[in-house]
């Protein structure tokens, strides 16, 4: 387990550039086996979950060329698809949640597609029920050993057809995706989930020679074609590490630029952040965040009640930052309520933030009401595990902003995500070491 040492309460100065998307690459990476022939991906980053699944992608048999830094091509010409029944398959498999995409793609492609239940964040009870339902409406055979946890399914030929998805699952609107681009006639997917993630993802397909509309809406037609070709595609920089270094500029006062941050595909996540205090200042393509020297104060409701920051499927606030915005309120100036709608288990790592001396008070597994410091009260150093991904990088702000020297365990959760966080914190001052 491996574990970070961090000397808190020093300000930070400088630009940081994130790197490219995490789950836009986990989607575009699976989207290669739609062809035979050659793919350029750019901006990929150097994380351990897109390093799994390059690794698993050589396994099954893709030509896989480092080309420089986050540029590499695949060629899934020649696979071997027996790896699929075989153990380490199903050790690889479950490494990683984004594992689960490259299901569609062999189905439509080969006919068939199976996976173990994949990992990813414990953050609540994660069904892939969507996955599979929209590729059965496709025609495909299911099948399911609860012993083995190994989801599979088959079709000689899949059909185009109306669906609409009980929910707007990010991977499992990828997936469906994935096979109807190759299916017989017309798929329309409604209710689809329509994160810049996917819409990159669609982007790419058509330029594969997919015939995808409606992109950027919850409503997908889809022209299925009998084969796709080769493309270039360069990833939208990370907005779960924007909204991370935005929260870590706040909680730490300090004056951060974050450079070439595709302003047009960030959606409501500088406005959220605005919503707490805090100035997000448009520079070009870059966010510039003033040090907050006085503190930031969080806005009421028009009718002076409390503020709610919640979740919701894209255009709505992403999930994946409620944990940064929680920490970042422990420091601000007022109250705010933070409604995990999508996952029952995301918030219990605010217990470590009240040990840390934050006040917080968790009203039930979804819901946690915070009450700023206002920077009266610094957080006390500690040692502490990092749950899941975005916990993790949470807790390191709040050891980033706390007096004195924080541990963090388990910091495999972080490498998940977040390339190289060490070094690059420490560019622009942060006092952190891996030990
Ligand atoms: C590899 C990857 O891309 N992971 C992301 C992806 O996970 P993933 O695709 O696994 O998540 P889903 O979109 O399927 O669903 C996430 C959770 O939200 C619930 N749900 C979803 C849609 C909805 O309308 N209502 C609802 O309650 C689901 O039951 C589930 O518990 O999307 C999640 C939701 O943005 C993000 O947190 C993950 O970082
Ligand atoms: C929950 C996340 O990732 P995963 O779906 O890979 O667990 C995340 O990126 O915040």
């Not at 380490?88 to 439509?108: E, N």
């Not at 907050?292 to 709505?316: N, R």
């Amino acid at each position: 387990m491996g574990t970070f040492k961090i000397e808190g309460g020093h300000q930070l100065k400088g630009s940081i550039q994130p790197q490219g998307a995490k789950n836009e690459a986990l989607q575009i990476l699976c989207a290669v086996l739609l062809t035979p022939e050659k793919v350029t991906i750019n901006n990929i980053p150097d994380i351990v979950d897109v390093n799994k699944l390059i690794s698993l992608l050589k396994k099954l048999g893709v030509k896989v060329e480092k080309i420089s830094k986050g540029k590499y091509t695949f060629q899934a010409d020649n696979l071997d698809l027996k790896y699929l029944e075989s153990d380490q398959f199903k050790i690889d498999g479950r490494g990683l949640r984004g594992s689960i995409m490259i299901v569609g793609p062999l189905l439509a492609r080969f006919g068939r597609g199976y996976i173990p239940k994949p990992g990813g964040d414990k953050i609540g009870r994660r069904r892939l029920d969507t996955h599979f339902e929209g590729l059965i409406k496709l025609g495909a055979k299911f099948g399911y050993s609860k012993e083995e946890q190994f989801y599979g399914v088959e079709a000689k030929k899949l059909k185009g057809t109306y669906m609409l998805l009980e929910e707007a699952s990010v991977t499992g609107t990828a997936n469906i995706v994935m096979a109807a681009v190759l299916a017989e006639g017309q798929t329309s997917i409604y209710n689809a989930a329509c994160e810049p993630y996917l819409q990159q993802l669609c982007k790419m397909l058509n330029r594969m020679g997919a015939k995808i509309s409606g992109v950027g809406s919850n409503l997908l037609v889809i022209d299925g074609v009998d084969n796709l070709g080769g493309t270039e595609h360069t990833m939208l920089p990370d907005m779960i590490e924007i909204g991370s270094w935005i929260g870590l500029a706040a909680m730490t006062k300090s004056e951060l630029t974050i450079k070439n941050v595709s302003w047009d595909d960030l959606g409501v996540i500088p406005n959220v952040f605005r919503k707490l205090g805090i100035t997000v200042e448009k520079q070009g393509d870059d966010i510039h965040i003033p040090a907050h020297t006085d503190g930031y104060e969080i806005q009421s409701f028009i009718d002076g009640s409390i503020l709610t920051i919640a979740d919701a499927p894209w255009p709505g606030f992403t999930p994946d930052l409620l944990s940064i915005i929680l920490v970042v309120a422990t420091q601000a100036r007022g109250s705010v309520l933070v409604h995990q709608k999508m996952f029952e288990s995301r918030l219990f790592f605010v217990d470590k933030l009240i040990d840390m001396g934050a006040k917080i008070i968790l009203c039930d597994p979804h819901r946690a009401t915070v009450i700023g410091h206002d920077f009266k009260s610094t957080l006390k150093a500690t040692t502490m595990t990092s749950p899941d991904i975005r916990a993790g990088v949470s807790l390191l702000i709040a050891a980033l902003s706390a007096k004195g020297t924080s541990t963090i365990q388990n910091i495999e959760q972080i490498d998940r995500g977040y390339e190289n966080i060490d070094e690059r914190l420490r560019a622009i001052g942060a006092k952190i070491e891996r030990v």
